[in-house]
């Protein structure tokens, strides 16, 4: 998808992170944008912010785990614009701890961001998409724990996994009925987002009683701290998703030495038939 000047980009996880900066490029770039989040007020900012640069911009409020509000997001955004030609479900959250004892609401509420809000994005969108009949792209956010497996982080990885196989199934279908949409797995590194304080939008239903003195919840949150502490910018995210919808490019990766060490450890595991090995990304 080489033009992207006039089209219209849709982000979900838009009001702050690699969210916000994907649609910053997009506005950049000449694209109207539509930005989605749970969180309101925060969405409100960054619309506010992108809507001064002279971007035409239109914020809706929606929690991607609950489909009649992805369905709204597309009923506003072809209201609004009369058209959608990049999508980008990019929200996400995570919770670590030991995965026998880490809680199920804690399975449920990262499960149901990260990998149902992919799932309600898809069913929502490329149907439209289809019928409209033009050039367009999906991006679908996973990880480098998409191709990674470590410790006390079970349902991230999990979850990261399985939006990396639903990404590359989905280029499949639309490769073999000749549709023109592309599609990319985003699978970046640690990236200097608020996703350490996720938190802060998980639904009252889902929430677990504090379990600070946990030695893996300790260890765990410690570590998500300081990754994103040492993060990479946003931007540089977002420069790699510009570039892979603009070359039709599946996989955009990290290209950190010690992600990369990690993950091609692992595929040789699996190629090789041997036993898991440990090599964290450091």
């Known amino acids: ?31 109207r944008v539509v930005l989605a989040d749970v969180e309101g007020d925060a ?5 506010q912010a992108i809507g001064e640069t002279g971007v035409e911009v239109l914020s809706v409020q929606t929690d991607v785990t609950k489909p009649a509000d992805v369905d709204r997001l597309a009923e506003k955004t072809l209201a609004a614009f009369g058209g959608v030609h990049v999508v980008c479900n990019n929200a996400g959250v995570f919770a670590g701890g030991l995965s026998w004892s880490q809680p199920l ?8 961001v990260n990998v149902w809000g992919v799932i309600h994005g ?40 399985a939006v990396l196989a639903y990404s590359e199934v989905l280029y499949h279908e639309l490769r073999g009925i000749g549709a023109q949409i592309g599609v990319s797995a985003l699978c970046p590194e640690a990236v200097a987002t608020h996703i350490d304080d996720c938190e802060r939008n998980r639904p009252t ?18 570590a998500m701290r300081a990754a994103v502490a040492s993060g990479i910018p946003t931007q540089v995210i977002a420069d790699r998703v510009l570039s892979a919808i603009r070359e039709d490019r599946f996989y ?12 091609e450890s692992r595929l040789d595991d699996i190629r090789l038939a041997r036993n898991p090995t440990f090599m964290p990304p450091v």
Do not use: C
């Open 252 to 263: 955009v990766l990290s290209d950190a030495d010690a992600w990369r060490r990690s993950s």
């Open 205 to 222: 239903a889902l929430r677990t009683p504090p379990r600070a003195a946990a030695m893996d919840v300790e260890l765990v949150n410690g």
């Open 1 to 31: 998808m080489k033009e992207l000047k006039g089209r219209v980009a849709v982000v979900t996880g838009g009001a702050s992170g690699i969210g916000r900066a994907l649609a910053e490029n997009f506005g950049r770039a000449g694209m």
């Open 122 to 161: 898809v069913r929502t969108f490329v149907p439209i998409m289809l019928e409209r009949g033009e050039e367009g792209h999906i991006v679908n956010t996973a990880s480098m724990a998409a191709l990674t497996a470590n410790p006390y982080a079970a349902a991230y990885h999990m979850s990261k996994h």
């Open 43 to 47: 969405l409100a900012a960054t619309a």
């Open 105 to 112: 609401a804690d399975y449920q509420w990262v499960l149901g």
